[in-house]
């Protein structure tokens, strides 16, 4: 049998170009407890890697901070950046953050990790920490079957 896969990003851009804001405009919950912790903390920029139309991201940049998404699906940074004009939006894959030299004081990462393999979550977590400042922090929610 032969079948063909599609690519991770071909899928994505499917669902967003299908589906448009497939998850709503509103944040999850969870950014209001990152925000009280990153407030505490003095964060100032904010790296979400998995970005997608920038619903989160949206809350971040309007609370004060400097934030950058990044977001496999080329539909999605497109929507993203008519919903959140004032964050940084990057069309690439998050386990390679190479191209971006700059260090973020947080990462906010919502429901991405689950997505990968074992393997894979240790190089994407790596990959996160290499982009902190010294102290950083970093808040992840994940799907969980426990």
């Known amino acids: 049998m032969n079948e063909c896969i599609e690519s991770v990003e071909d899928y994505w851009d499917k669902r967003f170009k299908d589906e448009g804001k497939i998850w709503g405009e509103l944040p999850s919950r969870t950014t209001q407890y990152a925000f009280e912790l990153f407030r505490s903390a003095n964060v100032k920029s ?20 400097d934030v950058t998404g990044i977001e496999i699906s080329s539909v999605a ?52 920490d290499n982009k902190l400042n010294k102290g950083g922090l ?4 994940v799907f969980s079957e426990k």
């Open 46 to 65: 904010v790296l979400i890697p998995g970005s997608g139309y920038g619903r989160h991201t949206k809350f971040f940049s309007t609370c004060g901070f």
């Open 77 to 128: 940074c497109n929507l993203a950046r008519e919903f959140d004009p004032l964050s940084r939006f990057y069309n690439a894959s998050v386990f390679d953050l190479s191209f971006d030299t700059n260090r973020y004081d947080a990462i906010y990462c919502f429901n991405v990790l689950h997505l990968f393999r074992e393997n894979d979550r240790y190089v994407f977590i790596q990959q996160c």
């Open 138 to 141: 970093m808040f992840f929610t």
